[in-house]
Each structure stands twice: as structure tokens, then as C-alpha cells.
């Protein structure tokens, strides 16, 4: 299957420590989202690429966030000094911008699950 | 900021009762997204409505978009254990993403 896939899908890491994340979306897809959620709530929207160029951030991503995508394929997340509140589950999603239909549809991936101890 | 609230929070029924799920805003959306959401796992995309007044229908789940497109609901018709899960709406405002509800847990108890 040729889903979205991030890995890892679990993360544990001590406060200060830098983390990075990958996500692989559907071949072709051409827009690539990283959203964050934490438990209880839904996703929030952090940033989101057409090909290579990342397009829009959120007031959510700090500058100890960054995220690339240098080939328009593959995505990586990395968050620099974690912090106890960064323990979130991190979500990719993936869309085929100006398919047939009004509403370019996002499949997202499974998730990574980060614990910042 | 848009902001999507969902009612109940929080459901528990048992297996073939009926059920309303309720996403509320004070923005105006192009688009409104329902997800179904499992432990462990991404959100699920169930449909999308566009049209004021639309209604969709998914076997036993009906959506629909209110008139003035700040609005939806969810229907199951007589849910079943497999309905189980967080039911996540989410509005697009045409700047390519989504704002997300808070999220409904619905538990169905065989």
C-alpha cells in the first residue's frame, strides 16, 4: 500500500534534546501538511509545503521547529531543545492540489507519538 | 481565529441506538471535512460537504452542512461497537488547511 507513512511512530526524549521526524507521503501528491495534536483535542495545522517550497506556517511553530521537504518528496520535522509541552502526537498529511473536485482531499499518515520526559 | 466546537464531548450508547453528533462555528467555511480518528492512528477522512443545505449520506451515517455553511451535524443510525472512535470536524476556508473541532469520543456498547 502507498499510503502516508512517519516514522518513528513513538518518540521518548529528555527535555533539551533535539528530535527529528520523517514523513513519506502518497507518491505524487504534491502538497505535503504537519499538524500537531495533543490528547484530548483535534489537529492543529503547523506548516505546509507545495512541492518543495513551504508555503505557510503557523504562530504555533516556533523558531525551535523546522521542517523541509528538499525534494518535494519525503518531509522531515525536527524540533530543536524539546520542552515538556512539545510531547504531542505529530501528524503528516498529503493532497494532490488542483485534482478534479472543488476540495483537494488530505490522507494523513498514523502519526508519531513524541514523549518529552 | 476559526473555531470549531463540537457537542457532545463525549458519548456512550449502546449498540443500535441513534446518535447526533453537532460541529458549531462562527466562521463562514468553502468546505466542511468529517474524520474518524482510532488510537494510535491518523484521522480518517468520512466526506466532505460543500454546498449550503447539503446533505450526504454513508450507509448508516448522514452529514450535513448547515445553510449558511458555519455548521454540520453527524447522524448514525443505529450505531455498532465498529462506529467506536474520536468523530473530528474540520473547516477549510480556502488557505489550504484545515481548522480542526475538538472532537467527539464515541464509545458503542455491544
Known amino acids: 500500500d502507498t499510503g502516508v507513512s512517519q516514522d518513528p511512530r513513538h518518540k521518548i526524549t529528555k527535555r533539551g534534546q533535539n528530535v527529528t521526524f520523517r514523513c513519506d507521503p502518497i507518491?505524487?501528491?504534491?502538497?505535503l501538511y504537519w499538524y500537531r495534536q495533543t490528547l484530548g483535542q483535534g489537529p492543529e495545522f503547523l506548516t505546509y509545503?507545495?512541492?518543495?517550497?513551504?508555503?505557510?506556517k503557523s504562530r504555533l511553530l516556533s523558531d525551535r521547529f523546522s521542517a523541509e521537504r528538499p525534494k518535494g518528496s519525503f518531509s522531515t520535522l525536527e524540533i530543536q531543545r524539546t520542552e515538556q509541552g512539545d510531547s504531542a502526537m505529530y501528524l503528516c498529511?498529503?493532497?494532490?492540489?488542483?485534482?478534479?473536485?472543488?476540495?483537494?482531499?488530505?490522507?494523513f499518515g498514523p502519526g508519531t507519538r513524541l514523549l518529552v520526559l | 481565529t476559526q473555531l470549531l466546537e463540537q457537542s457532545p464531548q463525549f458519548l456512550s450508547i449502546q449498540e443500535g441506538e441513534n446518535l447526533t453528533v453537532y460541529c458549531n462555528s462562527s466562521?463562514?467555511?468553502?468546505?466542511l471535512q468529517w474524520y474518524r480518528q482510532e488510537p494510535g492512528e491518523g484521522p480518517v477522512l468520512l466526506v466532505t460537504v460543500v454546498t449550503g443545505g447539503e446533505v450526504k449520506k454513508l450507509k448508516r451515517l448522514t452529514f450535513q452542512f448547515g445553510d449558511a455553511r458555519k455548521d454540520s451535524s453527524l447522524h448514525i443510525t443505529a450505531a455498532q461497537p465498529g462506529d467506536t472512535g474520536l468523530y473530528l470536524c474540520?473547516?477549510?476556508?480556502?488557505?489550504?488547511?484545515?481548522?480542526f473541532g475538538t472532537g467527539t469520543r464515541l464509545t458503542v456498547i455491544p
Open positions: 474540520a473547516g477549510e476556508t480556502g488557505a489550504n488547511n484545515l481548522f
Open positions: 498529511a498529503s493532497s494532490l492540489a488542483f485534482s478534479i473536485g472543488p476540495v483537494e482531499t488530505q490522507y
Open positions: 466562521s463562514v467555511f468553502s468546505s
Open positions: 509545503f507545495q512541492n518543495e517550497a513551504q508555503l505557510e
Open positions: 507518491s505524487e501528491h504534491n502538497r
